[in-house]
């Protein structure tokens, strides 16, 4: 009956709606709280800020406006191309879709971002669970995923993995979920795949399990899915 399809969609957006705020609760306390008392940018996170600034203030890679002395901290973090000047060393996908929130926010920007892309990964999550499970069921899935792993601890940083990670989930939800051939569906998932892939090389391996998890609809589909991974491959190359 009509009333009870919007009644099973309800329950649906409601879950979903729990299956962000919830971790989202969390993850602005941890970042209220400033976890550990130590800057947010730490490790390499500093590096893809600073390709953003370089790309938004200047239009250019060259890190030299960038970067603090002494140089040679940054030694394991950049690279020197042929005329001697600091380019990222880093994958540029994440520099790259930060800017307008650092535009915005200031370097705080890439605070705001990883909780977005935090938040995003929970939302992906559910899709991806309420495949298998009830709204309800795959909803707690998510919350005690969010909430007690490893994931609080990424709240405070510009994290490259959890923006990894986020491509792949969204690649896999780009699929078909009744596994039928579908090609605009099949090369976006193949483009997103393709950018995981470039931002975290060690995701290739999803790249080459994929075709054999999803079984001969994907595979029917292998052209396409190859040419949208292939595309940014190519870009990150050039």
Request: a positive charge; proline letters at 8%.
């Amino acid at each position: 009956m009509p009333g009870c399809a919007i009644l099973t969609v309800s329950r649906a957006v409601y879950a979903g709606f729990v299956a962000v705020v919830v971790p989202a609760v969390v993850f602005l306390a941890v970042i209220g709280s400033g976890y550990d008392g130590k800057p947010y940018l730490r490790g390499d996170c500093p590096y893809y800020v600073a390709a953003a600034w370089s790309i938004a203030e200047d239009g250019d890679l060259d890190l030299g406006n960038q970067l603090w002395q002494p140089w040679s901290v940054h030694n394991t973090f950049v690279a020197l191309d042929v005329r001697g000047r600091f380019v990222p060393k880093h994958p540029l996908w994440m520099s790259v879709a930060v800017i307008p929130l650092l535009v915005i926010f200031g370097d705080q920007g890439a605070l705001v971002f990883n909780l977005l892309q935090l938040l995003l990964l929970c939302a992906l999550m559910f899709v991806l669970a309420r495949r298998v499970a009830g709204p309800w069921a795959a909803a707690v899935a998510v919350c005690l995923t969010a909430i007690l792993s490893f994931l609080p601890h990424f709240a405070w940083n510009f994290s490259p993995d959890v923006f990894s990670v986020v491509l792949l989930l969204a690649a896999l939800v780009a699929l078909p979920k009744d596994r039928a051939p579908h090609l605009g569906r099949h090369v976006l998932a193949g483009v997103l795949l393709g950018i995981a892939t470039t931002a975290k090389p060690s995701f290739a391996l999803a790249a080459i399990a994929l075709p054999l998890l999803l079984g001969k609809p994907l595979r029917r589909s292998m052209p396409v899915f190859v040419l949208g991974g292939l595309l940014p491959v190519a870009l990150w190359r050039d």
